[in-house]
Every structure is written in C-alpha cells, then in structure tokens.
C-alpha cells in the first residue's frame, strides 16, 4: 500500500539479504538472469517482516524511560526506578506503546549521515531512517572523508542508542503542551504544531547586519534535538 512505501529499505539493503546477496556475489563469469533471483524473491516478505521485527524489538529493549514519567499518578515510583522497553510492554498501565511515545528518543551513531545531531521519535521515525547512502551516491561520491566509499559497509543497520536527556526534554515540552507525557505519542504533539523557545538561550542579530534582535521558534521535534546543543554552546562561551 503506498502508506508502506515509506517503511520499505531501498534497493541497497534488499541485495545485503542473504537470498539476494548470494546472487550479487556470483563469480564475474556467472552470467545472472531473472531466474536466478526467484527463490529469493519468494523469501523477501518473510525476510522483511523479520527484519522489521528484529528491528522493533531491539529498538524497544533499548529504551530507559523513568516509571516518574509512565506510571499514573496514582503510582508512587522512587525517582531512581528506571521502566525498560520489556517490562512497559507488559504493563497494564501503559497505553500506547512505549514506542510511539513522544519520550521515545533515539540518537543515530551512524557512520555516513550526520547523525551526530540527529535524534530519531520512536518506531515510525526509526523505520523510515536510513544513515547508509545510497546506490547513486557511488557515481558521485561526497569528497567529505567521513563518507568513504567502502559499498561493503553500506548495508549496516542504523546504529541508534536511546538518548535519556532528550526523553526528559521531550517530557518537559509535552508538559507544555498541555499533554500528559506518560501516554502522549509523537503524533499527538505533531498535531499540536506549536512553537518553542529556549528561556536561557540569548538572542542573536541575523549575519551580523543592523536587523533587530530574533529567537528562534521550534517546532518540538526541532527544539527537543536542539536544546542539549544550544545548552553546551552556551556554557561553552
């Protein structure tokens, strides 16, 4: 359905399968024909459906939410008690899944994008993220050396890591959005498209012309990824 594509790996990452990339990697005198990838083929909605999973489920056992933020407000849990990805699965109290929370955030550390900044919003962020480039970057590869040209390389899934100190912020902007963060999903704030300023981040004058004094306005996702570098900047000064 075209509300899948968006989900589906490219080309790249479908001949790093094993059923494909045993074709790929023919000898240079086998000559390849269609034929020769049917089986694989035949495999490839399993072999995505795995893939997808696998891929949920490590992100999911990555994630490190305070029970402070999840629980209900009956609940009365000690600031140090941390809910993993598992055990909110399991949890009668948590609605929606802990992955489509807004408090759901990634860093990517890959390799060949800049990820160094990149925060990534739970599952549907995630399955859409590709770090690796792809197969028309190798007629005219970056000359930024981090890229390399290594096509060996490419396939690696995104490595992603579940960043703590963005998930607090992001409690603090739904906060502020008027939601409850222990169940507001990324797209219940995506909804809301309201703007954010930093309180503490002093203004600045655009190119350094005679232009009046601006702040700048986030959308969420934009300030929840900003702020921990506009704050390491500012104590840097």
Known sequence: ?????????????????????KVVDFAVDITV???????????????????????????RSLIKIPTLYLLPASGTPE?????????????????PDVLDLATATFTCQ???????????????DIAQHHCALDLDSFAN?????????????????????????RSRI???????????????????????DLRFGCSVCPPWTANGTAAPWIKAGYKWREFVRSLPLNLYFLFRR
Do not use: N
Not at 6 to 13: A, F, H, N, S, V
Not at 142 to 161: C, L, M
Not at 170 to 192: C, E, H, N, W, Y
């Open 141 to 165: 590869p970056p000359t930024w050396p981090k890229y390399g040209t290594d096509p060996g390389h490419f396939p690696d899934p995104p490595k992603i890591t579940f960043s703590a100190v």
């Open 79 to 95: 600031p140090e008690e941390i809910l993993d990805g598992e055990a909110a699965m399991s949890s009668d109290s948590l609605h």
């Open 1 to 21: 359905m075209p509300s899948q594509w968006k989900y589906l790996p490219r080309t790249l990452d479908i001949c790093a399968l094993d059923p494909f990339a």
């Open 33 to 59: 024909i269609a034929a020769d990838f049917e089986d694989a083929f035949r495999q490839l909605p399993e072999l995505l459906t795995g893939r997808s999973s696998a891929r949920k489920l490590h992100a």
């Open 170 to 192: 992001a409690g603090i902007v739904v906060r502020a959005a008027g939601l409850d963060d222990r169940v507001a999903t990324a797209s219940d704030m995506d909804a809301k």
């Open 110 to 124: 890959g390799w060949s994008c800049s990820c160094a900044v990149l925060t990534l919003f739970g599952w549907d």
